[in-house]
């Protein structure tokens, strides 16, 4: 017989976590306007300050392997490690030429754009649901764009749409890959933003202020992601999809606090479409169970 208090305590730590995990996240765009340094100083010094605490988790959490196999990630683990790369950079690239909020609700819609790659690729069945929903995300994020034209921030829009894309391929490829140790990836990918970093620029030319700053984001962005994966593993898909939803808002009203930063209108017209439909999406698959969800896309 279960114990129902102890799974009741695991499913509330599970919610704790991932809710905790979106909070980390979304401080992204505020720690990266907070320094005045460059894109890729940025990424070199977050990436160096995050590969210790990641590393030490995948070790403790697979500590019952050889170390051989548990530092093995494999053409894949490389390939993921890779694209996780460039999105990053495509990522802290946007919030320096853009609103924090526009890259939140670009990122936003990941779901959607990897379930229509998804459909293009793999040839998944895609619930009308979930299509109708990606047809709201798109217009939301269209009007937000449009917004940027003729007031220098376009670039940082168009990145955060190509970085949507990318991390949609990426969750497509974590599918493909199922066996690829992804959190170990994430180290690979910190490893080379690093090194990418180190030779593209001048880390060492970043004040001291600055470096603080960026050693607490490696550190944070370390423990989101580890929070993020032991918090999934307590807690429903659907529910833990509905939770990361707290990102979007969050990290615009981070910017708002601590930066004065207030996006133009378009940006609160389209970022509220997405949000909306975002949070219809999760809501209606936390209410449906989810064998009922596997039927609709197996047929």
């Known amino acids: 017989m279960r114990d129902r208090s102890r ?3 695991a499913h509330a730590l599970g919610v704790l ?17 907070m320094v005045a340094t460059d894109s890729w100083t940025v990424l070199c010094w977050r990436g160096l300050f995050s ?3 990641i590393v030490i988790y995948v070790v403790w959490r697979d500590r019952t392997k050889p170390l051989g196999a548990i530092f093995h990630l494999g053409w894949r683990g490389w390939t993921l490690a890779t694209l996780g790369s460039l999105c990053s950079a495509a990522f802290i690239a946007a919030f320096k030429l853009t609103y924090v909020a526009n890259v939140a609700v670009a990122y936003a819609t990941v779901p959607f754009a ?3 790659l998804a ?23 269209v009007i937000m764009v449009s917004g940027g034209m003729g007031t220098g ?3 940082g829009d168009l990145l955060a749409v190509l970085m949507t894309l990318g991390m949609a391929v990426y969750m497509v490829l974590i599918r493909v890959f199922r066996d690829t140790p992804v959190v170990l990836a994430l180290a690979a990918s910190s490893l080379q933003v690093f090194l990418a970093g180190w030779f593209l620029t001048d880390p060492l030319a970043v004040s001291a202020g600055d470096l603080v700053t960026l050693a ?9 992601a580890i929070l993020l994966t032991e918090g999934t593993r307590l807690i429903p898909a659907a529910e833990a999809g509905l939770l990361g939803t707290a990102e979007t808002p969050i990290a615009p009203l981070l910017a708002w606090l601590v930066l004065a930063e207030i996006p133009p209108p378009a940006t609160f017209v389209g970022g509220g479409i997405v949000l909306a439909v975002v949070l219809a999406h999760a809501l209606r698959d936390l209410a449906t169970p989810a064998a009922k969800r596997q039927g609709a896309s197996s047929r």
Do not use: Y
Request: hydrophobic letters at 65%; charged letters at 10%.
């Open 7 to 9: 799974d009741g305590r």
């Open 17 to 33: 976590l991932v809710l905790a995990s979106a909070v980390a996240f979304s401080l992204a765009g505020v720690m990266t306007k």
């Open 119 to 141: 459909w293009l690729a793999l040839r998944e069945t895609v619930r009308a649901s979930t299509l109708l929903a990606a047809i709201g995300a798109f217009a939301g994020v």
């Open 153 to 155: 921030h376009l670039a």
């Open 51 to 53: 590969i210790p605490p």
């Open 114 to 116: 990897a379930a229509a």
């Open 216 to 224: 607490l984001f490696g550190l944070i962005f370390a423990f989101a």
